[in-house]
């Protein structure tokens, strides 16, 4: 019963008693209309307003969506193949749309810039879908993609280019190799920088939680990689701890009343706690250890 919008104010979290909690994510302002939303965040907009058409039976018209650049994520645009510039509708409301470029007097079409986007994708889900792929050569098809087209035909924050990272860095997961931690490292940051941008630093949302354990948990394992290799020292350890640290309470803030929260998240929670009691009771021999809910 509560309305939609692509930026909402508050989210549902179902508890482990299945009881929907509706919970504010920012400050809400008095007389403002609570809000959720009814489609994922990192979708671009043609994208969210043909799914909430379809499966919802509306147009949403909310700020976002009337934002051709999408708050400066350019999630929708394309490269100008003349000067590099964006090339944007003047409102994905208009039909039909001529793309025009925001440096110089390029235009195209919306068919053109279809066929194009659908061309790529296509590519992506085609290597995503296929079984007998191994991961190794999936990583190898993927980054071929990326450096093809990322930043030449679609800027690196498209949403395409976005989809592509994520399953580039799942295809990084499944190789266990630790070669590409850094990379797996930034596409996480990425994405989260992105969703900071959309809703602002001091918003949580459920999918910025999921995204931060994950960054915590490659975090552990660029620190056990260091400790492997002795590239470890004084000043890397206090910055990757101050971020552990950081990635580990926020995920937790926002994750712990959820009845979906990890619980390898949730090991983790109890076995922090159970290392700081320990260092603050010396002689405690662990018996009587209580994890905290914060």
């Not at 939680?209 to 948990?217: D, E, K, S």
Request: glycine content about 4%; overall charge positive.
């Amino acid at each position: 019963m509560v309305n939609h919008n692509c930026l909402p104010n508050a989210r549902i979290v179902f508890d482990s008693q299945g009881k929907a909690n509706l919970l504010a994510k920012r400050d809400i302002k008095k007389g403002e209309h609570l809000t959720i939303t009814y489609c994922t965040l990192l979708t671009n907009t043609p994208t969210r307003v043909e799914k909430l058409k379809k499966s919802k039976f509306f147009t949403c018209q909310c700020q976002l969506c009337h934002d051709p650049q999408e708050k400066g994520t350019f999630m929708s645009a394309l490269i100008c193949p003349k000067c590099q510039g964006m090339l944007l509708p003047k409102s994905f409301y208009h039909q039909p749309q001529e793309w025009k470029c925001d440096s110089c007097t390029f235009v195209t079409t919306e068919d053109k810039v279809h066929k194009l986007v659908d061309a790529v994708r296509n590519q992506v889900n085609s290597i995503c879908s296929n079984p007998r792929m191994l991961p190794a050569e999936k990583v190898q098809n993927l980054e071929s993609i990326l450096k093809k087209r990322s930043g030449t035909v679609l800027p690196p924050t498209h949403q395409v280019i976005l989809d592509l990272k994520i399953e580039l860095a799942n295809a990084y997961d499944a190789t266990k190799d630790f070669a590409h931690l850094q990379r797996r490292i930034e596409i996480i940051k990425e994405r989260l920088d992105i969703l900071e941008k959309l809703e602002g630093e001091d918003v949580d949302s459920r999918l910025k939680g999921f995204l931060l354990f994950r960054l915590h948990n490659l975090l552990v394992a660029r620190i056990a990689m260091m400790h492997k290799t002795k590239t470890l020292n004084g000043t890397n350890v206090k910055e990757l701890g101050q971020e552990l640290s950081k990635s580990l309470n926020d995920a937790t803030r926002i994750l712990i009343q959820d009845y979906g929260c990890p619980h390898q998240l949730i090991d983790t929670i109890a076995t922090v706690s159970q290392v700081n009691e320990k260092s603050e009771n010396p002689q405690s021999n662990g018996n009587h250890v209580q994890t905290t809910n914060g």
